[in-house]
């Protein structure tokens, strides 16, 4: 009999976490930088909102009464490395109104709110997509929310868990589904995710031959 889906999610995460340990993520010193820099890293690379991330805390604007306060045009000069800078201080001058709305400012508070409906509450902020939410809920908030980007449909298309075609929710179904509801799993496994992805299942010319998932990779066995 062929193994589950759920237990070949556990096989790939071990191989993974044996390959590269556990990887720490989301740098940051608080919970708000946490959900500024998920908004930031829309569409760009991480090493771009790092930059965009020391501007803000230099100036004194990494904390939410002094983001709230601060203008766009001020933000979008400090958060120009990020990319798209004018939108992305836009959708931070978004969520600002949002937790202050809702939340008087706290995500202690925002913490409190049972996930599911959280998740749909700030998916009807404007500027937040299912990525940037499901980020913020489990990286910034710690709740069981599964992270789906570009390289986690990459890889298990590859793997051959995916066709293609899926949506954003029926892939986040897949690993809610079956696996543990457990934060660090989340948060470890979609962090493994993009550390393989960048360094072996590049987009262009993956390094197949090297890569630690080869023997369980339908991608790697046809490109021998």
Known sequence: MARSTGSRLTVVYDVLFSEYGPRDWWPAETPFEV?????????????NVEKAIVNLKSRGFLEPDAMRNASERVI??????????????????????????????????????????????????????????????????????FVVDAYTRRMFQRIGFLEGSEGYGEIK????????????????????????CKRMCLKNKPKCNECCLKMRCAHAKSSV
Not at 35 to 47: D, E, F, S
Not at 177 to 193: C, G, R
């Open 173 to 196: 179904s897949l690993f809610e589904e079956k696996l543990p509801k457990d934060v660090q799993l989340f948060n470890e496994y979609h962090a493994l995710i993009v550390e393989h």
């Open 76 to 145: 979008a000069g400090l958060i120009r490395p990020s990319g798209y800078f004018n939108l992305k201080s836009k959708k931070l001058k978004s969520f600002m109104d949002f937790l202050y709305d809702e939340f008087g400012g706290s995500m202690e508070s925002m913490k409190r709110e049972r996930t599911g409906k959280l998740r749909q509450r700030l998916l009807s902020v404007w500027g937040l997509g299912p990525e940037t939410v499901d980020s913020i809920l489990l990286y910034a908030l710690e709740k069981p929310s």
């Open 35 to 47: 959900a500024v820099g998920a908004i930031l890293t829309q569409n760009t690379a991480w090493g």
